[in-house]
């Protein structure tokens, strides 16, 4: 089985630049989140998704959003990009929403902002 | 409001000697509680998980961690380091029952010396 599959796995936008990020979940996994990785630091939650509903938000500012298809991938998307918006991104996928039933991350959208 | 503190950024041991990478963890109630490991450019492996029950908590390749409640610490360890063990390890914290924001310390880097 595939594992969590997030795209495009490196890319560079310029300040003010909208950017979208793709991630589908392990086949069966019905819940997606959304971590910021910024350098040397842990990640951040940035969203929750589940079953297409928004299951929880993090502190971040309304140029971030996300929806959750009916087929249970995800996208994340970043309007107005600022340079602090450099991070490694990651999605991981659960099966539902719990946190018994743990995460699986993917290997992360390198977004790099100039 | 939860947080998780991993007091040392970097540690370096020899290969075969034992490994105890400190977590502390701020939480109200009883908290879900996880160390993951990420290698370069890689996503977030779980390695274990606590969420009650028995304090010590086996995981993959060799790791457990031990839940103090008086100490509020949840210590990884493994009894003998491999070369492959370097990465960058990290210890969040899930509040319960949902893990839609999981809290993550802000990881410790784990060099292996020959």
């Known amino acids: 089985d595939a594992g969590v599959t997030q795209s495009p796995t490196h890319l560079i936008k310029t300040r003010g630049q909208h950017v979208t990020l793709r991630c589908s979940p392990i086949?069966?996994?019905?819940?997606v989140s959304w971590y910021q990785q910024v350098l040397g630091q842990g990640p951040q939650f940035i969203f929750q998704y589940y079953e297409k509903e928004e299951r929880g938000r993090g502190n971040f500012p309304d140029r971030f959003s996300a929806r959750q298809f009916p087929n249970y991938s995800s996208e994340l998307n970043v309007n107005a990009l600022l340079l602090g918006d450099s991070a490694l991104y990651l999605c991981a996928s659960s099966l539902a929403v719990g946190a018994n039933y743990g995460y699986t991350f993917g290997s992360g959208t390198r977004l790099t902002v100039v | 409001a939860q947080s998780v503190t991993q007091p040392d950024i970097h540690i370096t041991v020899s290969e075969g000697a034992s490994l105890e990478l400190r977590c502390n963890y701020s939480y109200g109630a009883t908290p879900y509680l996880f160390w993951y490991v990420q290698s370069p450019g890689q996503g977030l492996q779980l390695l274990l998980k606590y969420f009650s029950g028995d304090t010590l908590v086996q995981g993959i390749k060799g790791f457990e961690a031990e839940f103090k409640r008086s100490q509020s610490s949840f210590n990884l360890r493994k009894p003998s380091v491999h070369w492959s063990d370097a990465a960058e390890y990290f210890c969040a914290v899930g509040r319960t029952p949902n893990n839609n924001d999981m809290r993550f310390g802000a990881g410790t880097r784990l060099t292996v010396k020959p």
């Open positions: 086949s069966g996994h019905k819940s």
